[in-house]
């Protein structure tokens, strides 16, 4: 069955601006999670979603903001965009949410640069 | 909070052994393994709950210390495919699965 698909997987935007984030979990799959990586900070956890609600939040600004849809995609949405805010931005789905002990799968992620 | 990870780094040659440890602050409800090479995903190796139930790879092992709220690792016999950030994932009574910062392995022929 097909992996976890994050679009785009490459993009570069200008300081200010905002930006889209794509993701579709597996079949099946209804929780999704974001994560930010940068060199030497891991993955750091911005905001889970199942069955279209937010159910645990990171400590990130408002900039940062999501949403699942029915069919359980799920976009994130970057505003206001910083050099900081240049990453790896990891979607990852699971079957269920937390303490479900459910493993989750990673998507290749979208590397975002802010020039 | 993330956990905290050690070391941060590692060389290994092949067919040597390591141990990678994770630990919390909180109280952990699961421990999730995962080992991400560069510019791919992390993949997952291993999870462990509490109350002793674990699933995942039969060639990678791991330990989880409830009352200490810790976790460990172990690398047998190493093999080259083995060279990867392994990132380990706590997940407490928030609900939060936090991951540390990652132990860099490198194993050499």
């Known amino acids: 069955k ?17 930006v889209t984030l794509s993701c579709s979990p597996i079949s099946g799959h209804r929780s999704v999670s974001w994560y930010q990586q940068t060199p030497g900070q891991g993955l ?21 903001s999501g949403r699942q849809f029915s069919n359980s995609r799920s976009e ?15 979607c990852a789905s699971s079957p269920g949410q937390g ?17 | 909070q993330q956990p905290v990870q050690s070391p941060q780094a590692v060389i290994l040659r092949e067919g040597e ?7 919390s602050s ?8 995962y080992r991400q090479k560069h510019g791919e995903a992390p993949v997952f190796l291993m999870i462990l709950l509490k109350g002793g139930e674990q699933k995942g790879h039969d060639k990678i092992s791991a330990s989880f210390n409830e009352k200490k709220q810790q ?12 060279s990867g950030t392994y990132f380990c994932g706590t997940e407490g009574d928030d609900y939060k699965l936090s991951f540390g910062a990652g132990t860099t392995v490198t194993v050499r022929a």
């Open chain 1, 2 to 18: 097909a992996g976890v698909t994050q679009t785009p997987r490459y993009l570069i935007k200008t300081r200010g601006q905002q």
């Open chain 1, 44 to 64: 750091q956890f911005l905001f889970e979603y199942f069955s279209e609600t937010q159910r645990n939040k990171g400590n990130f600004p408002g900039r940062f």
């Open chain 1, 76 to 90: 994130m949405n970057v505003s206001t965009l910083e050099l900081g805010d240049s990453a790896l931005y990891l």
């Open chain 1, 99 to 115: 303490h479900s002990g459910n493993t989750i799968y990673f998507g290749e992620g979208s590397w975002l640069t802010v020039v």
């Open chain 2, 17 to 23: 052994d390591a141990v990678i440890n994770c630990s």
């Open chain 2, 26 to 33: 909180k109280a952990l409800y699961s421990v999730h393994w």
């Open chain 2, 71 to 82: 976790s460990s690792l172990y690398l047998t016999a190493s093999q080259l495919s083995y």
